[in-house]
């Protein structure tokens, strides 16, 4: 059967899509432009016609993958009628490594390699920077509405997330024994912290 052509657009979001699985499989460091393209059934020079050095198929690869959870934490935080409280913990508790927010290895990985790769580590920032920009955006909105006690929203979405990212990489990279209802209480209790919420105001969102 002849191979279906694709438009440059479609070829790109094939690429990238590949890209993503074979770093999860194979790691950043790991990965080669080869990989993807016998993933692909392509040549090599094919994915490098798009993506012309594999530091940029990675760093492009890692926005594609964050396109997703990034506009399913929207759709979480900016839902019309549900007060701030509510958006908030279902979003955090979405995010939390226990939740189905998915990628926390690949992310891992991202970081890591974001040490040493400049074009990854702009866009790692980036990313980070627009999560911190919507957790920010409702809290203020709370306390707009009174349901938050916090002069620094800002620096709260920062600790809620540095402290969900520090959850990942320790439930990702080590097998402990911490329980899912455990980390549950946690995030709830960081939230309580920040935002000076009453316990008993963080009812299950349904």
């Given at each position: 059967m002849a191979r279906v052509r694709l438009s440059v657009e479609e070829r790109r979001a094939e690429i990238l899509r590949v890209a993503v699985e074979q770093i999860?499989?194979?790691g950043v460091s790991n990965v080669r432009i080869a990989d993807v393209a016998s993933a692909l059934g392509v040549s090599s020079s094919?994915?490098?016609y798009h993506f012309s050095t594999k530091e940029l198929l990675v760093a492009e690869a890692f926005a594609h993958a964050a396109q997703g959870d990034l506009a399913h934490?929207?759709?979480?935080?900016?839902?019309p009628r549900v007060d701030a409280t509510r958006r908030l913990r279902s979003a955090v508790r979405w995010y939390?490594?226990?939740g189905q927010a998915k990628g926390w290895r690949l992310w891992i990985e991202g970081w890591a390699a974001a040490l040493r790769e400049p074009a990854l580590r702009k866009v790692t920032h980036d990313l980070d920077q627009q999560w911190k920009a919507e957790i920010t955006k409702v809290v203020e909105e709370g306390v707009a509405a009174g349901e938050f006690v916090c002069d620094r929203p800002a620096d709260a979405a920062w600790r809620i997330t540095a402290f969900?990212?520090?959850l990942a990489v320790q439930t990702t990279s080590y097998r402990g024994p911490l329980s899912r209802t455990t980390m549950l209480e946690w995030v709830d209790e960081a939230l309580v912290r920040e935002l000076g919420i009453a316990?008993?105001?963080l009812t299950p969102d349904r």
């Open positions: 999860e499989a194979r094919l994915v490098l934490l929207r759709k979480l935080l900016h839902r939390a490594p226990t969900l990212d520090g316990p008993g105001d």
